[in-house]
T-cell receptor
């Protein structure tokens, strides 16, 4: 059973650029959630994808967008990067329909620095 | 608006003693509460959870207590071990959402002193 993987591990971009982060979900999981963790803060929910459709969104602007593929892997795209987008981006996979949150498995994250 | 609050950014406890981490929430719609543990360069890992219909849940050295009227929960670790040194996040799951759309607190860094 493979765990949740994310790529790249680190990334440096400049303001105004676009970035794509990738996540491979755990085998057997059909749902991917993305979170942003700014320095000194807890993870903040960005959005969730279930069977290739967005299934809920947090308080993030439309320049944060995502995709989920038939194999349930996922991408997070951020356009027009701002300095405040510098954060650790975490993805978590799970099986929707589970009754409790402990079925959510997090990847190690991608650390994005916007200069 | 911070709906889940962990007011202690850090806590140091002697090995073998009890560690108590606290969490407060403001949203009455939260129905399920979880604690996650995070080591550096790793993602959060699930530790223990509690449903709002219970006031206590125990798993080995870890016990979570929920006081719904006070909107407060706590995680007790006893006895504390050096491997427990990590950042602990409290998280909540709202009832009118689907699963896994968690609201996290800001975390408490626990250091166990050998």
């Amino acid at each position: 059973e493979t765990g949740v993987t994310q790529s790249p591990t680190h990334l440096i971009k400049t303001r105004g650029q676009q970035v794509t982060l990738r996540c491979s979900s755990q085998s057997g999981h059909n749902t991917v959630s993305w979170y942003q963790q700014a320095l000194g803060q807890g993870p903040q929910f960005i959005f969730q994808y279930y069977r290739e459709e967005e299934n809920g969104r947090g308080n993030f602007p439309p320049r944060f967008s995502g995709l989920q593929f038939p194999n349930y892997s996922s991408e997070l795209n951020v356009n027009a990067l701002e300095l405040d987008d510098s954060a650790l981006y975490l993805c978590a996979s799970s099986s929707l329909g589970a009754t409790s949150g402990e079925t959510q498995y997090f990847g190690p994250g991608t650390r994005l620095l916007v200069l | 608006d911070q709906q889940v609050k962990q007011n202690s950014p850090s806590l140091s406890v002697q090995e073998g003693r009890i560690s108590i981490l606290n969490c407060d929430y403001t949203n009455s719609m939260f129905d399920y509460f979880l604690w996650y543990k995070k080591y550096p360069a790793e993602g959060p890992t699930f530790l223990i959870s509690i449903s709002s219909i219970k006031d206590k849940n125990e798993d080995g050295r870890f016990t979570v207590f929920l006081n719904k009227s006070a909107k407060h929960l706590s995680l007790h670790i006893v006895p504390s071990q050096p491997g427990d040194s990590a950042v602990y996040f409290c998280a909540a799951n709202p009832t009118n959402f689907g699963n896994e759309k968690l609201t996290f607190g800001t975390g408490t860094r626990l250091t166990i002193i050998p």
